[in-house]
């Protein structure tokens, strides 16, 4: 059995990530209520309910999966409605955070994660670069 380098739960924890840039939902017309809820629901699987260490300390969830399924909705028809710009993360979820931050809180928290993700990868592929980089000198 071939082993995967990242297990496939967490693999699609950050393929989920994408979503929350709704590039599509403009396209959505007729199917506006279910776009990204697969998504969503692997990302509210993994933030969305509390956890235990290997240690067994517990570890509170990060957003309220209740509230989070029904800013989906919210921000889906917002992005719509207004005209965001939808397939740019960073500028959209700043415009939501700026004009919307109280109804959208624990969409927020997970755009912030999947930020949080993205540096420290960017960050671990620096040292991985920078590793390669002496092996060769």
Same mark, same amino acid.
């Given at each position: 059995?071939?082993?995967?380098?990242?297990?496939?739960?967490?693999?699609?924890?950050?393929?989920?990530?994408?979503?929350?840039?709704?590039?599509?939902?403009?396209?959505?017309?007729?199917?506006?209520?279910?776009?990204?809820? /697969?998504?969503?629901e692997?990302?509210?699987?993994?933030?969305?309910?509390?956890? /235990?260490?290997?240690?067994? /300390?517990?570890?509170?969830?990060v957003?309220?999966?209740?509230?989070?399924?029904?800013?989906?909705?919210?921000?889906?028809?917002?992005v719509?409605?207004?005209h965001?710009?939808?397939?740019h993360?960073?500028?959209?979820?700043?415009?939501?955070?700026?004009?919307?931050?109280?109804?959208?809180?624990?969409?927020?928290?997970?755009?912030?994660?999947?930020?949080?993700?993205?540096?420290?990868?960017?960050?671990?592929?620096?040292?991985?670069?920078?590793?390669? /980089?002496?092996?060769?000198?």
């Open positions: 059995m071939e082993r995967s380098r990242f297990p496939v739960d967490y693999t699609n924890v950050v393929n989920a990530f994408r979503i929350l840039s709704l590039c599509n939902v403009r396209f959505q017309n007729e199917n506006l209520s279910t776009y990204g809820n /697969k998504r969503l692997t990302l509210l699987s993994h933030y969305g309910s509390a956890k /235990k260490t290997q240690g067994s /300390k517990d570890v509170p969830a957003v309220d999966a209740e509230k989070c399924r029904i800013e989906w909705n919210f921000v889906k028809e917002l719509v409605r207004e965001y710009p939808a397939g993360v960073a500028e959209l979820w700043k415009m939501l955070a700026t004009h919307h931050s109280h109804e959208v809180q624990n969409s927020i928290k997970l755009c912030q994660t999947h930020l949080c993700c993205l540096l420290i990868k960017m960050a671990v592929t620096e040292v991985l670069a920078h590793r390669i /980089k002496l092996r060769m000198l």
